[in-house]
């Protein structure tokens, strides 16, 4: 089984940048979808961005469009989320996840992701 580790997160200043790494150990990392998806406090769970298996494909939810960047490296078994322009809004516990499961192609509803790291925080102040 898959395991994810998150790491990167920190407290910034509004419009600073910040990359945030999850390590994935076990299972066959190439094979999964990977996203990020972001919990603020009070809120609900919400994608962020996913990337493909084979790293063909991105996608970034509206509110990050242009900010922030997801990315892979199937060799180091790592997904990362490169994020700029950050505003307090994005302040959250952000969550790298994996579709294990077969279709595996890009999805982004949390109940379609089927492993989970920790959560790292991700803290934005102004």
């Known amino acids: 089984q898959v395991q994810l580790v998150e790491s990167g997160g920190g407290l910034v200043q509004a419009g600073g940048s910040l990359r945030l790494s999850c390590a994935a150990s076990?299972?066959?990392?190439?094979?999964?979808?990977m996203a990020w998806f972001r919990q603020g406090a009070g809120k609900e769970r919400e994608f962020v961005a996913g990337?493909?298996?084979?790293?063909?494909?991105?996608y970034n939810a509206d509110s990050v469009k242009g900010r922030f960047t997801i990315s892979r490296d199937n060799a180091k078994n790592t997904v990362f989320l490169q994020m700029n322009s950050l505003n307090p809004e994005d302040t959250a516990v952000y969550y790298c996840?994996?579709?294990?499961?077969?279709?595996?192609?890009?999805?982004?509803?949390?109940?379609?992701?089927?492993?989970w790291g920790q959560g790292t925080q991700v803290t934005v102040s102004s």
């Open positions: 996840a994996a579709r294990t499961l077969w279709p595996n192609y890009l999805r982004t509803s949390p109940n379609q992701y089927d492993v």
């Open positions: 990337v493909s298996r084979n790293d063909g494909t991105a």
């Open positions: 076990g299972g066959t990392f190439s094979n999964y979808v």
